[in-house]
C-alpha cells in the first residue's frame, strides 16, 4: 500500500466502532478526504490531540484505492490552534466556517487557495473575534475559489447594465428585469453597496478581507444572497450562524 503525505487541517470526527475515529480533512493537495484513525480512542494512542478539529498537521496515510477511505499512519502537529478550541464564541464561528467547507467541497477536488483561506482565518480567529459579517466574506470568497465567483457587473442574460438589477441563484449572478421571464427565475434583491462589497472581496488577497467593514445592512443582504446561493447549489437549508451558535 504506497504511503502519502500531505498537510491538512481537521475539519471533524466521528468515532468509529470500539476505539478508531473516522477523521475529515481538508489538504491543498488531496482536498476533503476521509480517513480511518485506528485506536485513536484508547486512552494512550499514537496521535496524541492532533485529530482535534481545526488542528493543522502533517498527515501520513495509506492510499487504500479503489476504496474511499484513507487509513491514517501518523499526524504530526504543525500547528494545534488551542487557542480557538478554548473559546467557546471561537469554536462556534470556526465550526460553522469548517462545516460550510465540508459540505461544498467534494471529496479529492483539491484546492490550494481554499486550504489557504481556511488556515488565514483560524489565523485571524487565534487572535480576534471574526464577526458573523466577517465569517460571510470568507464565504464569498471560497465560493469564488469553489468556481462560483458572481457575475456582477453586467446582466449574465443580455450583458446589458442596468442601475436597477437582481440576483439570480441559478444563473450565478445579477439579472436585469426584462431577463427575468415570468414564469420561473427566482431572484433577491441586490444593493450597489452589496454589489461593491461583493466584488472587493472576490478581488482581495484572503489574508486582507478583514479589513472590508461592511455595515450591518449591507452584511443582512450578504447573508441572504449566500443563503439563497448555497440552497441552489447544495438543494438544501445550510444552516445560518446563528442557528449552529445556538
Ligand atoms: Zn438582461
Redesign the pocket.
Known amino acids: 500500500m504506497p504511503l502519502i503525505e500531505t498537510d491538512a487541517i481537521v475539519l471533524n470526527s466521528l468515532k468509529l466502532g470500539e476505539a478508531d475515529k473516522l477523521v475529515t480533512f481538508y489538504s491543498p493537495t488531496l482536498g476533503k478526504i476521509k480517513a480511518v484513525a485506528r485506536g485513536a480512542r484508547k486512552v494512550k494512542n499514537k496521535y496524541g490531540s492532533s485529530l482535534e478539529p481545526f488542528t493543522h498537521g502533517h498527515l501520513v496515510i495509506y492510499d487504500k484505492k479503489p476504496q474511499v477511505l484513507y487509513r491514517l499512519f501518523q499526524s504530526d502537529i504543525i500547528e494545534s490552534f488551542q487557542r480557538v478550541r478554548s473559546d467557546y464564541d471561537k469554536i462556534m464561528t470556526t465550526s460553522h466556517f469548517s462545516l460550510f467547507i465540508e459540505a461544498l467541497s467534494p471529496e479529492g477536488d483539491p484546492s490550494v487557495p481554499v486550504f489557504n483561506l481556511f488556515l488565514k482565518l483560524l489565523e485571524y480567529t487565534k487572535v480576534f473575534e471574526a464577526s458573523p459579517g466577517l465569517i460571510n466574506l470568507f464565504k464569498v470568497k471560497f465560493l469564488g475559489y469553489a468556481g462560483y465567483e458572481l457575475l456582477l457587473d453586467r446582466?449574465v442574460?443580455?450583458q446589458?447594465s442596468?442601475p436597477s438589477m437582481r440576483f439570480s441563484p441559478s444563473l450565478g449572478g445579477m439579472?436585469?428585469s426584462?431577463?427575468i421571464p415570468d414564469n420561473a427565475l427566482y431572484s433577491v434583491a441586490i444593493s450597489p453597496a452589496v454589489q461593491s462589497v461583493l466584488k472587493q472581496t472576490f478581488k482581495m488577497d484572503p489574508g486582507l478581507i478583514s479589513r472590508i467593514r461592511p455595515s450591518e445592512e449591507v452584511n443582512k443582504e450578504i447573508s441572504h444572497i449566500l443563503e439563497v446561493f448555497i440552497f441552489h447549489i447544495l438543494g438544501k437549508k445550510f444552516p445560518s450562524l446563528e442557528t449552529t451558535s445556538k
Open positions: 446582466c442574460k443580455c446589458s442596468f439579472v436585469c426584462p431577463c
